[in-house]
C-alpha cells in the first residue's frame, strides 16, 4: 500500500485544495500500481490523459506521492523544444517551491546540472529534466552510468508527451533500425538499475499500436515500449475535447450548441493565406473580398464574440482589464507564410479599424453578421445576449482604443519570450491573435481561446500530429457559446474519425486492453481479415461500434439521359428494390450480402463527386465492411446477411442552409424513422437504407431521382479499427 503521509504528499494535497479530489484519486492509483508492478524498461506504465486535460497536474501529484514511498530520483523527460524544457523546470520549481525552500529537494535542467553530485546532494530528493534530445539524454546517460549510487538509487522516470520519439523505430529496404532519439532513451533505462517508468501522453498510438518485439538492426539492448498498465487522467466537467468538436452532438443538423461551433472554409481560401496573390486578393479589398471570407469571418466572430463575453462578465462584478480573449491563425508550417498572415492580418484590423471610426456600413454589416451567427449558439447555452449596439461600441473601442495584439509565434525563441510560469502563452491585451506553425502544438496552452482558424493539410494525416495541434481543447466549457472552429469539409472529416478511433481505443484501454478492440483489414481480394494493430496506419482508419454511419456526403447525382445517363439504372433498381423489400415497409427484410452489395455497386455508377473538398467516399471499403459486419451474427446459420430498408418521395437538399455552418447535407436519414427501425430490427445484422430521392433541382441535384444509401452497423456490432491501408 502507498504511504499517503509522508513529508511531501500531505503538504503538497494543502497548498493545492483547489484541485479536483479525482486528481488525487488517479495519484494515488497511479503510484499504488507503480509499487504493485514490474514496470521494467520495456514495459512502463501509462498516464493517459486528453489533449490540455490536466495530465501535467498530475503526473506532479504523482511525483510528490512517489517521493513519500521510496523514490528519491525523478527523470522528468520533455519534448524537444528548448521553451517546453524550461517551462517544465519553472513549472515544477513553482509547484515544489515550498520543499526547494527547505532544502528538501533540488530541480535541474540536466544541461546545467552538475556533472557529478555529491552524497550530501543525493540526500534530498531530485529531479532532473531534460528534452528528448541527442544531447540531453547522452548527458543524463552519462549521469548514471558514471555515478554507482545514483544508478542504484530508485528512479522514477516521467516521459512527458511520450510518442514515436520515445519508442520509435523505422524500416529501410527491409530492414528496421531504432531512431536515434528512441535508441537513447532505451540506453538511458538500461543504465538505472532501481527504477519505475511512467509514460504520459494524450495521443498513445505509437505506445499500443506496435509489435511486442522489435528486431533492430542498429542497437542490440532496444527495448520497444508495451504497457503494463495505463491509468487514466480524470476528465472534469468543465473540460472541452474531441467529443464536444467531434462527437455526434456536433454532426446535428437541429442545432446544437456542438454544432454551431463549426465554421466550413472553402479549401481553396487557404492558399490565398499561404502567399500573396494581387490577382485574388488586394488588401485595400480585405473587408470586401470573396477570397478571405471564411477568415474575415473568424476575425469578426472573435471580436463579437470576445466583446458580449466581457459585457456579460463585466457586469457579473469582473475586473475588465483581467478578461482577456485569444484567438489562433495555424494553417501553414512555413515562416513566409506566417510574415504573409501577419501583414494580412494587421490590413483587416486597420481597415475595420477605419470603417468603425467612420462608422461605414460595412463595418456595421460585419459586425452584425457576426453577432446574429453567435447570438443562436448563447440563446441554446442559455447565456446572456447584449444589445446590439452595446456590441458594435465594444467591437469599434476594441479597434480604435489599441485593445487588438497580434502576435506571430514561429519559433522557439518566440515561444520562450511569451510563455508564462504555467506553460500559457501571454495575453498582453484584451483581444490576442496568434499566428503560428508547429511550434504551437505540444505544452502550449492558449488561454481563454474562442476562435481557432485551422488548415494544415499534410498529405496523410497523422493522428497523434493532428489531435495535438488541436489547441482549442481545454478547460473552456465556460465561453463555448462564442467558441468557433473554422476549417474545411476534408480536415473536419479527418478529424471526426480520430476522434472516433480515440474515443474506441480509450474505451478498449479502460476495458482492459486491445481484447476489447478487433483490428481488421481490408485483404487484397477485398474481404476482411484480422491483423496485428502494429500493422494500422493511424491516419488511415474508420471505426466499426454499434449503429455507426456509414453515409457518402457531398456527391451529385448523375444526368437523367445522355450518354452517361442514369434514368435506365435507376428505373432497374426501383424494379429490383420492390421486389426485395418493397417501399417504406413497417419492417426490414433479410437479404443476402451479395445481393446488397450489388446495389451499392449499381448505385456508385449514378453519383459523381465533383466537389475538391467533398470527404472521400471507399465504397470498395463500405462493401467490404458491410460484408464484414454480416458475419458477426451469434448463429452460424444467421451470417452472411443484411437487413434491406427502402423509402420513397425523399427531399434532402444536397446543400445545408444558409444558416448552417455544414456545406452539405450529412443526414439523409433520420433518428426518427430510420434510426428507429436500425434500434429495434439491427440487432445481430447490419442495415442498409436505400432513400430514393426525387432530385429536384431546387435542392441542388440535376432533375432525376436516385438512390442515397445508408449502412448502419448492428447493435451486437463489436467495437473494431478497420484500415484499407496498412504498414506492410
Known amino acids: ?89 519553472k513549472r515544477l520549481k513553482s509547484e515544489f517551491k515550498a520543499f526547494l525552500g527547505d532544502e528538501e529537494l533540488a530541480i535541474y535542467d540536466i544541461m546545467t546540472a552538475p556533472e557529478k553530485f555529491s552524497k550530501f546532494e543525493l540526500e534530498s530528493k531530485l529531479i532532473l529534466v531534460a528534452k528528448k534530445q541527442t544531447d540531453n539524454l547522452r548527458r543524463l546517460t552519462h549521469l548514471f552510468k558514471n555515478d554507482k549510487i545514483m544508478s542504484a538509487m530508485r528512479t522514477i522516470v516521467i516521459d512527458d508527451e511520450a510518442d514515436s520519439a520515445s519508442i520509435g523505430y523505422t524500416q529501410k529496404q527491409g530492414i528496421i533500425e531504432a531512431k536515434k532519439i528512441a535508441k537513447q532513451v532505451s540506453e538511458l533505462r538500461s543504465a538505472i538499475e532501481s527504477s519505475s517508468f511512467l509514460q504520459v501522453t494524450a495521443t498513445p498510438y505509437s505506445l499500443y499500436l506496435q509489435p511486442g518485439e522489435v528486431e533492430v538492426a542498429n542497437v542490440v539492448t532496444f527495448k520497444p515500449v508495451r504497457p503494463a498498465f495505463t491509468e487514466l487522467v480524470p476528465v472534469p466537467p468543465d473540460y472541452v475535447g474531441g467529443d464536444t468538436y467531434f462527437g455526434e452532438a456536433s454532426k446535428s443538423s437541429e442545432g446544437t450548441l456542438e454544432s454551431l461551433i463549426h465554421f466550413t472554409i472553402d479549401h481553396r481560401e487557404f492558399e490565398r493565406l499561404k502567399k500573396p496573390d494581387g490577382r485574388s486578393l488586394k488588401l485595400e479589398h480585405v473587408l470586401t473580398s470573396g477570397a478571405i471570407r471564411g477568415y474575415r469571418a473568424a476575425i469578426l466572430n472573435f471580436l463579437v464574440g470576445g466583446s458580449i463575453q466581457r459585457i456579460n462578465r463585466t457586469k457579473a462584478g469582473e475586473k475588465s482589464k483581467k478578461i482577456r480573449y485569444s484567438f489562433l491563425l495555424h494553417s501553414e508550417a512555413g515562416k513566409g507564410a506566417h510574415a504573409w498572415q501577419e501583414t494580412l492580418t494587421k490590413a483587416l484590423i486597420k481597415e475595420l479599424g477605419d470603417a468603425a471610426k467612420k462608422r461605414h456600413q460595412v463595418f456595421i454589416a460585419l459586425v452584425t453578421e457576426a453577432y446574429s451567427d453567435l447570438k443562436r449558439s448563447l ?19 476594441a479597434l480604435l482604443g489599441d485593445q487588438i495584439n497580434i502576435v506571430k509565434v514561429n519559433s522557439d525563441d518566440d515561444v520562450s519570450a511569451l510563455l508564462d510560469d504555467t506553460g500559457q502563452l501571454m495575453l498582453r491585451n484584451l483581444f490576442n491573435i496568434f499566428i503560428g506553425g508547429q511550434v504551437l502544438d505540444r505544452g502550449v496552452t492558449l488561454a481563454n481561446l474562442i476562435g481557432f482558424y485551422y488548415g494544415r493539410r499534410p498529405n496523410k494525416y497523422q493522428q497523434d500530429t493532428v489531435m495535438q495541434h488541436s489547441r482549442m481543447f481545454g478547460f473552456r466549457r465556460r465561453d463555448l457559446a462564442v467558441t468557433r472552429f473554422y476549417t474545411s469539409i476534408a480536415i473536419r472529416a479527418a478529424m471526426y474519425q480520430m476522434e472516433e478511433f480515440d474515443a474506441s481505443l480509450r474505451a478498449a484501454i479502460d476495458a482492459g486492453g486491445d481484447q476489447a478492440v478487433q483490428f481488421i483489414r481490408k485483404n487484397s481480394d477485398g474481404t476482411i481479415i484480422p491483423c496485428s494493430p502494429n500493422k494500422i496506419l493511424v491516419a488511415t482508419t474508420q471505426t466499426l461500434r454499434p449503429f455507426r ?27 429490383e428494390i420492390e421486389q426485395l423489400c418493397g417501399f417504406n415497409a413497417s419492417a426490414p427484410t433479410l437479404v443476402p450480402v451479395a445481393t446488397a452489395i450489388g446495389i451499392l455497386e449499381r448505385i456508385k455508377g449514378t453519383l459523381e463527386f465533383p466537389d475538391d473538398d467533398a470527404p472521400v467516399f471507399d465504397w470498395v471499403a463500405a462493401s467490404a465492411v458491410l460484408a464484414y459486419l454480416s458475419n458477426q451474427a451469434p448463429h452460424l446459420s444467421d451470417r452472411g446477411q443484411v437487413l ?21 447535407i450529412e443526414t439523409p436519414d433520420s433518428e426518427k424513422t430510420e434510426g428507429q427501425l436500425a434500434k429495434q430490427y439491427a440487432i445481430n445484422h447490419p442495415i442498409v437504407f436505400l432513400l430514393r430521392q426525387n432530385g429536384a433541382e431546387s435542392s441542388g441535384w440535376r432533375g432525376t431521382p436516385f438512390y442515397w444509401p445508408v449502412i448502419r452497423a448492428q447493435k451486437n456490432t463489436p467495437t473494431a479499427i478497420y484500415t484499407a491501408e496498412t504498414s506492410f
Not at 454511419?549 to 424494379?575: C, E, H, K, M, W
Not at 427531399?651 to 442552409?657: E, I, L, T, Y
Request: hydrophobic content about 40%.
Open 1 to 89: 500500500m502507498a504511504n499517503l503521509n509522508g513529508e511531501f504528499y500531505p503538504r503538497y494535497k494543502r497548498q493545492n485544495a483547489s484541485f479536483n479530489p479525482a486528481t488525487f484519486a488517479c495519484a494515488e492509483e497511479t503510484v499504488e500500481k507503480l509499487l504493485e508492478t514490474a514496470t521494467s524498461s520495456d514495459h512502463p506504465g501509462i498516464l493517459l490523459g486528453k489533449v490540455q486535460s490536466g495530465k501535467t497536474r498530475t503526473f506532479i501529484s504523482i511525483l510528490a506521492l512517489a517521493f513519500d514511498n521510496g523514490f528519491d530520483i525523478a527523470i522528468v523527460l520533455s519534448k524537444n523544444s528548448r521553451a517546453l524544457v524550461e517551462q517544465t523546470a
Open 379 to 397: 440563446a441554446i447555452g442559455g447565456e446572456p445576449i447584449p444589445e446590439l449596439d452595446e456590441v458594435i461600441a465594444a467591437v469599434s473601442d
Open 549 to 575: 454511419r456509414i453515409v457518402p456526403i457531398g456527391f451529385q447525382s448523375g444526368y437523367r439521359t445522355g450518354a452517361n445517363g442514369i434514368g435506365n439504372a435507376v428505373r432497374a433498381l426501383d424494379q
Open 644 to 664: 434491406l430498408w427502402a423509402a420513397t418521395g425523399r427531399d434532402s437538399s444536397r446543400m445545408a442552409s444558409g444558416g448552417s455552418h455544414a456545406t452539405y
